[in-house]
């Protein structure tokens, strides 16, 4: 096999991982909704991550501390964009729009803003596959989020949340973008390790005025799994595979296995809350599934 192609396999299975990873994120973070405000949810999410990275990474920290100040600037839209905006947005707008409105607008358009983005910005070029690719994956997802329904589609409408949700979806694109353009001589997990830890001082202000407004946290055994899980799996294990699938496959491309989410998140929701499955769970699958495919294809 050559280098190129073991290369391009390898960030197909790190994308794939990750959206398996976050897909989990989405159906545990609504369970606890109720006993953990959103910004709190994400201050603790991103502090938990920040403090297992910090043995992983503290010596590379040390090393390459010259080019993190020299590059400070980087860093800091970096983490707003994919730490302290991304999800924040998404648990805020959980407080305001259904669950359809979320899962339609965040899945369906942060690969499009993707691609715009990198296009403009990275000179990716947008190929007529990676059109036809997209649209496949849109299609599906309209197809899932309506149960194959033109009535309902044509229901849908958008509610207070819906702009948050937007602005996350776009803040995530953004952060793929600075990804792409990562300084060289920053290791994977001090590249983490920062991201991290400055996200969270961003959120921290916020915080705070969030514990003057609102009721005290309900704090159980679950809440602290579920904040380790967020912590440890969807931000340490999930963003370090994202990150290297994009070293790999680039930016735009990267973002269309995003549309992977909403699949996972359903055979997840069959597995672990014994909801059933249906016909039109296995046509949008085929065809989210088969648009990251032929977006991948080179010729």
């Known amino acids: 096999m050559s280098t190129s192609r073991k290369e391009l396999y390898t960030g197909i299975g790190l994308a794939i991982l990750a959206t398996i990873i976050w897909s989990g994120n989405f159906v545990v973070a609504r369970g606890v909704i109720k006993q953990i405000p959103p910004v709190g949810l994400a201050f603790y999410r991103w502090a938990t991550a920040s403090l297992i990275m910090l043995p992983l990474a503290w010596n590379r920290f040390r090393e390459e501390k010259a ?9 800091f839209w970096t983490a707003l964009t994919g730490v302290s905006l991304f999800n924040t947005l998404v648990y805020i707008a959980g407080h305001h729009s259904p669950a359809i409105n979320l899962a339609l607008i965040g899945t369906t358009s942060s690969p499009v803003f993707a691609i715009i983005l990198a296009a403009i910005f990275l000179r990716e070029p947008i190929r007529p596959l990676r059109i036809v690719g997209l649209l496949l994956c849109l299609g599906g997802i309209v197809f899932l989020l309506s149960q194959g329904s033109w009535e309902r589609l044509k229901a849908f409408h958008f509610s207070a949340g819906d702009g948050w949700v937007l602005l996350g979806a776009l803040s995530f694109a953004i952060y ?11 290791h994977p997990l001090n590249f983490l390790f920062t991201v991290f830890t400055i996200g969270t001082l ?26 380790l899980y967020l912590g440890a799996g969807a931000s340490v294990i999930a963003f370090l595979c994202w990150n290297m699938a994009i070293a790999r496959l680039g930016a735009a491309r990267t973002a269309l296995f995003g549309n992977l989410i909403p699949i996972f ?16 769970h296995v046509l949008s699958g085929i065809l989210v599934i088969a648009g990251v495919v032929i977006a991948n294809l080179k010729k």
């Open 67 to 75: 080019i993190l100040l020299q590059h400070r600037s980087y860093f």
């Open 176 to 186: 793929n973008i600075f990804v792409r353009r990562k300084p060289a001589g920053i």
């Open 202 to 227: 961003i959120i921290l202000p916020f915080y705070l005025i969030e514990l003057s407004h609102s009721a005290p946290i309900n704090w159980t055994i679950n809440l602290v799994l579920i904040i």
């Open 265 to 280: 998140s359903v055979l997840e929701a069959v597995m672990i809350l014994g909801e059933e499955i249906t016909m039109v």
